[in-house]
């Protein structure tokens, strides 16, 4: 990829400008610093034959335009002004303006000299400061490990782009922010030189593949930008053409590419941003296209366009997210449990403990809206110490069979919540074997190694932990086999079709046939017909849970159903 496939790249002079004169064109700017220089020069004339001639220090205020010249106009300005300086305070000027003494012939062509030397050193030590903080940004636009211009370039050519569509009104252009989902993968499994050239190369073959004016960014490690020019005025043709350079993306990640002898893909999750002639903010034009692309990766979709819906969403998002913490010190969170059955005796065995939210108003806030969220941050921290008390507070007071809870990817990389689980079960006068721990394999991919102490650690605290979700994530049987896991989970999207499809019924039985052989524990969620039930069961599982035994419920009526549940068995 060359540098000649971008109209956007920055310049040191452009960089200078844009910060130092923003609103004025190459000649305005020209004429600005010729006007400062001479009046400058006049100025300094004056305050010499004012203050008593050159025989006094002030003769000494001519090398501030002497100075500016350097800066301005380099080695050429700067002998062409040091000249002019020490004329104006050469033979026409007297040494002394009170006694009438004219200066010696000497005197003053010294002092051009010396202007001259001050003019051609400073020139020349500008000029080396301006290279070598051209040199510097260079080191910050480049990535050298890929060679891709880096998110300092971007953010410096929007400012132009967009500086040159508000005077000029200037094609539309728009920018598409690349995520390589799997690269993490690759960076853990292959190391970080084969990572660096996979992204070298997903970023040389798109350029390669559009046709249109556009330049490629690394704007981190596992996203690239993708800033082009759009032909079309027509918001729709626009927005299609935007899409489809989001295709050439798509495409060329799931083409192969060969690294080490070694075939590889990488799945493309993107977000796009038409820029508009209203835009004036290179962040803002950056941040709608890493929105949409937020929106695609929570939405599990391939792409997603900027909608200013979205902010919307995200702010009300963000203000629910803040008053997570008050709803915890108000008391607004509960535990529903949902029952857990053996599938083999029909009886009620345990359950899974599942958060809810009751607001200040006590309607319910749907999990899915804070939930996601709360587990990318600190905020799981808390809350699973909650759900953690809450449920140890459940099990002793109302005698309660063995209880499950999740666990998020940062609680399972979390030592200080894992190292201290023991003694906080212990406080409430839990056993350990009264929790079971659910994690998912999100969090195994994330670490491996520290997912694998983790989980042991657990283990030997005597709590049993079970693979949440199996099936729907990266499964692997190196996780099974690796980890000491006393029970794995099958999501529910594997049960759907069980009544109506042998391929579902096939699939069921090989997950529970591999558990079994690994002397798991296998459960069974998302279980809603008695048909589903007694399939699961003759396939081998052990136990199950669903709506065909119960909702989720809150602790009174969970202990009313336990109830029923168990005079109905007898």
């Known amino acids: 990829m060359t540098r000649e496939t971008s109209s956007y790249l920055p310049t040191f002079e452009t960089i200078w400008h844009s910060q130092k004169w923003p609103q004025l064109s190459a000649f305005a700017r020209t004429v ?10 006049a100025l300094g004339t004056w305050v010499v034959h004012f203050t008593g001639g050159t025989g006094y220090a002030y003769p000494y205020v001519m090398l501030l335009p002497v100075l500016l010249t350097a800066v301005w106009f380099g080695l050429a300005g700067a002998v062409l002004s040091s000249i002019t300086a020490g ?32 003019g051609v050193f400073s020139a020349g030590l500008f000029q080396s400061l301006r290279q070598a903080n051209h040199r510097r940004l260079l080191a910050l636009e480049i990535d050298h490990k890929t060679g891709l211009w880096t998110q ?10 967009l500086r040159k569509a508000n005077q000029n009104g200037a094609p539309s252009s728009a920018i598409l922010l690349v995520r390589m989902q799997d690269l993490w993968e690759i960076l853990q499994s292959m190391g970080a030189e084969t990572a660096e050239q996979v992204v070298r190369d997903l970023a040389e073959r798109i350029s390669y593949n559009i046709r249109v004016s556009h330049q490629v960014y690394r704007f ?31 495409r060329v990640g799931e083409e192969e590419t060969i690294v080490k002898g070694i075939s590889l893909r990488v799945q493309i999750v993107a977000g796009s941003y038409l820029i508009r002639e209203s835009d004036q903010n290179p962040e803002i034009v950056i941040n709608r296209a890493r929105t949409g692309l937020s929106v695609a990766m929570e939405n599990n979709v391939s792409y997603r366009r900027y909608d200013p819906m979205f902010d919307q969403k995200t702010a009300e998002r963000v203000q629910l997210i803040a008053r997570v913490r008050d709803g915890l010190a108000n008391q607004e969170f509960q535990l529903f449990h949902q029952p857990k059955i053996c599938l083999r005796t029909g009886q009620h065995v345990g359950s899974e ?11 319910m806030v749907m999990p899915g809206l804070f939930m996601p969220k709360v587990e990318s941050t600190t905020l799981i921290d808390p809350v699973t110490r909650f759900v953690i008390a809450r449920a140890c507070i459940n099990i002793k007071s109302q005698n309660l069979m063995p209880v499950s809870v999740n666990f998020a990817i940062n609680n399972l990389m979390n030592p200080s919540l894992i190292n201290d689980l023991g003694r906080l079960v212990s406080s409430y006068g839990v056993s350990p074997e009264s929790l079971e721990i659910e994690i998912t394999e999100g969090a195994l991919i994330q670490d491996p190694e520290q997912a694998r102490e983790a989980v ?3 283990r030997d605290q ?22 000491p896991l006393s029970g794995l989970k099958i999501d529910r999207a594997f049960v759907n079709n069980l009544e109506v499809s042998a391929e579902a019924r096939t ?64």
């Open 220 to 250: 981190s490690k596992s996203e690239l930008a993708i800033l082009f020019s759009v032909v079309s005025q027509e918001e729709v043709r626009a927005q299609e053409e935007v899409g489809f350079i989001f295709d050439v993306a798509q």
């Open 152 to 161: 300092a370039a971007l953010s410096r050519d929007l400012e132009r782009l």
């Open 462 to 483: 005597g709590f049993k932990v079970s693979l949440d979700d199996f099936g729907t994530g990266y499964s692997s049987f190196q996780y099974l086999t690796n980890l």
């Open 507 to 570: 699939i069921m039985e090989s997950m529970i046939s591999m558990a079994k052989a690994l002397k798991l524990e296998v459960t069974v969620e998302g279980i809603e017909t008695a048909q589903q039930m007694k399939i699961v069961a003759d396939l081998g599982a052990d136990l199950a849970q669903g709506f065909h035994y119960s909702r989720p419920l809150a602790l009174s009526e969970y202990q009313q159903w336990a109830n029923d549940r168990l005079s109905s068995h007898f």
């Open 32 to 41: 600005c610093r010729l006007l400062v220089i001479v009046s400058f020069l």
């Open 456 to 458: 042991g650690n657990l």
């Open 353 to 363: 403990a599942l958060l809810r939210w009751f607001n200040h108003e006590n309607k």
């Open 87 to 118: 004329l104006l305070l050469g033979p026409w000027m007297p040494l002394d303006v009170s006694a009438g003494t004219h200066q010696s012939t000497a005197n003053w062509l010294a002092r051009i000299a010396f202007f001259l030397l001050i």
